[in-house]
């Protein structure tokens, strides 16, 4: 079926390792969105990319990498996670930019112990 | 800093009411609104959207716009417990943290 996945949907790992989020979909939009949602934040933009090859910083990029080779994928890396890195994250796409209408994944529930 | 602002709630309504969902934006120049459900433990779902001034039917639901006032709501007709969910208004690319709304059967 068309839509957005992301995996795993649950991740336990320590601090110092190395993370990666998956993010999938099917509906060829060019915009593609990293979100995570704490209480009291609300959901926070990690990084955003506009079509393969390019991706640009959102609000709280620090502590994450990104890469998109293609349209359908956008990996979201904790080059060496912290325990601030526990949160839930949210991948999100859209036809347009930020600002237009936005379609989330399942979400992935990550702890950093 | 562009912002949206929310009442956190919870607000709650009995079942048959009308909620009244509220929110504030900073940004003027925002062009486009948005209000997102999400339910414990769940992604956020696009259910309106609105780009000028007025109001918007969409079944049940309203969305109201007031740029001069920077102001967009979100009504809710004949609640129902199914709609007990976190709202998040969103303009432009700012999203509120949303408000808790609880139907009571």
Redesign the interface.
Known sequence: DAGITQSPRYKITETGRQVTLMCHQTWSHSYMFWYRQDL????R?IYYSAAADITDKGEVPDGYVVSRSKTENFPLTLESATRSQTSVY?CASSQGP??????????TRLTVL | QKEVEQNSGPLSVPEGAIASLNCTYSDRGSQSFFWYRQYSGKSPELIMSIYSNGDKEDGRFTAQLNKASQYVSLLIRDSQPSDSATYLCAAGRAFGKGTLLTVNP
Do not use: A, I, K, V
């Open positions: 009291g934040h609300g959901l933009l949210f930020l600002g237009n209408e936005q379609f989330f994944g399942p979400g």
